[in-house]
C-alpha cells in the first residue's frame, strides 16, 4: 500500500510541471500576435493559399517550412487566434515530456 502511495506521490510530482505550465498558459496567455509572429500573417489572409516561395522564405538565417504549414492551418482554422498556436505548442512539448519521463 505504501509503494503504491510512493508511486502515486512520484507521477504527481513528474507531472506538476505539465500542470503548472497550462495554468501559467490559461492565466497570462493572451491572443496577441508578438515579435516574430507578425511575419506570418500574409499568410493567413483570408482566400489565400501560400505557395512554395512564401514557405521556404528566409527567415533569420533558417527556413522554417514545417512550422509555418503548422502555423498556417492552425491559424486558418482558429481566424489567427495565437492562444490557439501557443496551447498546440503546449500540447506537443507535454507531450514529449511525458514520454520521456514516464
Known sequence: MLKML????????LLLPVFLGAFILHTYGMNILFQDEFFLVPLVIPDHLPNLEELFQQHNQ?????????YFFISKATAMNS????????????????AIVL
Not at 6 to 13: D, N
Request: net charge positive; with cysteine.
Open 6 to 13: 510512493g508511486k502515486i506521490f512520484s507521477c504527481c510530482l
Open 62 to 70: 533558417h527556413r522554417i517550412l514545417f512550422p509555418k504549414i503548422v
Open 83 to 98: 492562444l490557439a498556436v501557443m496551447w498546440a505548442s503546449f500540447a506537443l512539448v507535454a507531450a514529449r515530456y511525458v
